[in-house]
């Protein structure tokens, strides 16, 4: 069984930077494909990130392309999203995700969830 907490969320300005981390217990996290969710108030969950067992392998959704860098080191088992130049349409909970099949979008696919850490932009 794979444990995720996410944490790094908190209050920033438009224009501001957050990083998020997601570290991972119970398990090795070599196997996994990380993907980062969110969800805004009334709005349906959203894929923003997803990178590869062996961080070789990233992939963003158009809404974050440019502005959200995703990492991992393995060895620490933590996952990284730095998110730069935020915009109050960033501000939702953000889950990290895994699953051992390959990226993808589809929340339903993913085999373990974090709790989630908010994130609020806003002057």
């Known amino acids: 069984q794979l444990q995720l907490v996410e944490s790094g969320g908190g209050l920033v300005q438009p224009g501001g930077s957050l990083r998020l981390s997601c570290a991972a217990s119970?398990?090795?996290?070599?196997?996994?494909?990380i993907v980062w969710f969110r969800q805004a108030p009334g709005k349906e969950r959203e894929g923003v990130s997803c990178?590869?067992?062996?961080?070789?392998?990233?992939n963003y959704a158009d809404s974050v392309s440019g502005r959200f860098t995703v990492s991992r080191d393995n060895a620490k088992k933590m996952v990284y999203l730095q998110m730069n130049s935020l915009k109050p349409d960033d501000t939702a909970v953000y889950y990290c995700a895994a699953r051992r099949r390959g990226c993808t979008w589809y929340d339903y696919m993913m085999d373990y969830w974090g709790k989630g850490t908010l994130v609020t932009v806003s002057a």
């Open positions: 990178i590869g067992s062996s961080g070789g392998y990233t």
């Open positions: 119970g398990s090795t996290l070599d196997f996994y494909d």
